[in-house]
């Protein structure tokens, strides 16, 4: 089971989180068809959205994580709502290159690092809180951590991995954030920093044990860890026909009869889950007829 831990150093001075989504991150997989660099990039982005959405006081909100880097791979888009449940899709998911020098898949590459990486926090307020940065590399984890430094002010070390085997399906996936307190001086920056040069790539961890805990103590190494919570997340997608509906009618009822006009039907596709759903000639008639009458009706 896919599984979220937060927790905090028992001095205070820093928090972590850390998330598997390995089972996550193939259904992904197979829902969009993605190749393993398209894997990798959606895999990255599942398990950023997730952890920060998880940290979302309000049950109600979600986060959505979108990534903009002008290559190859198109916009990566992830969702999360406030419990860590995650839903996403790459926009060109059959991207292949080649893989880097070092053989390790080129995420950067295919994402490409001339745009921004954009958090979008829904909170129920009129407005939701935006906050952009330029992109560094589009390697997603090291955009990650500069938008905490630049948009919240808050320094961070983020990890992120996904490991694709042989057949292309997810091996290993998730990552930490690891952030600092206030109060924390050189001593406690000098901890972190060690703990992540000691413990290494966050698919290596993940690979050999995919118990989110034991992957923040690794990290952690120098500090007593206090686990706070534990949590199951899953990809969960919140498409209904009832929401497809929602979407026609705010067509507006000049464009919904343009679209009976030419097209008789229509089928709408989820973009996140792939479901595709149909409505007769006869059911966009019934829609228009009742939005007609609406629009009649006496203010």
């Known amino acids: ?69 002008g290559g190859p791979l198109g916009t990566v888009l992830a969702v999360s709502d406030a419990g860590g449940n995650v839903r996403g899709y790459v926009q060109n998911p059959h991207t292949d290159l080649p893989l880097r020098e070092d053989g390790k898949l080129n995420v ?34 090291e955009d990650l951590a500069a938008y905490f430094v630049e948009s919240e002010q808050i320094p961070t070390a983020c990890a992120l991995g996904v490991l694709v085997d042989r057949d292309q399906s997810v091996r290993a996936a998730g990552g930490y ?45 120098d500090f007593d860890v206090e686990v706070l919570e534990r949590t199951p997340v899953a990809y969960c997608c919140s498409c209904s026909r009832d929401r497809v509906e929602r979407a026609l009618i705010s067509m507006g009822v000049e464009e ?28 966009l008639e019934a829609l228009l007829e009742t939005m007609r009458a609406q629009r009649a009706e006496p203010r």
């Open 1 to 69: 089971m896919d599984t979220l831990v937060r927790a905090i150093t028992a001095d205070g001075l820093v928090q972590a989180v850390a998330v598997t989504t390995r089972s996550l991150t193939e259904q992904a997989r197979n829902i969009h068809k993605t190749l393993p660099v398209g894997t990798a990039a959606l895999g990255r982005a599942l398990a950023a959205a997730s952890m920060m959405g998880n940290a979302l006081k309000d049950p109600q909100a979600s986060l959505t994580l979108q990534i903009k880097g």
């Open 108 to 141: 950067g590459a295919a994402v490409g690092g001339d745009g921004f990486l954009t958090v979008i926090k829904d909170l129920g307020m009129k407005e939701p809180y935006i906050g952009s940065v330029g992109l560094l590399g589009g390697e997603i984890a």
């Open 177 to 221: 954030i690891i952030q600092l307190l206030p109060g924390a001086g050189e001593d406690v920056i000098a901890k972190v920093e060690g703990g992540v040069l000691a413990a290494g790539a966050v698919t290596g961890l993940l690979d050999r044990d995919s118990d989110p805990e034991s992957l923040l103590r690794a990290v952690l190494s």
């Open 256 to 283: 919904l009869e343009d679209l009976l006009a030419e097209q008789g039907g229509c089928e709408l596709g989820c973009q996140f889950c792939d479901k595709t759903y149909t409505f007769t000639a006869g059911e």
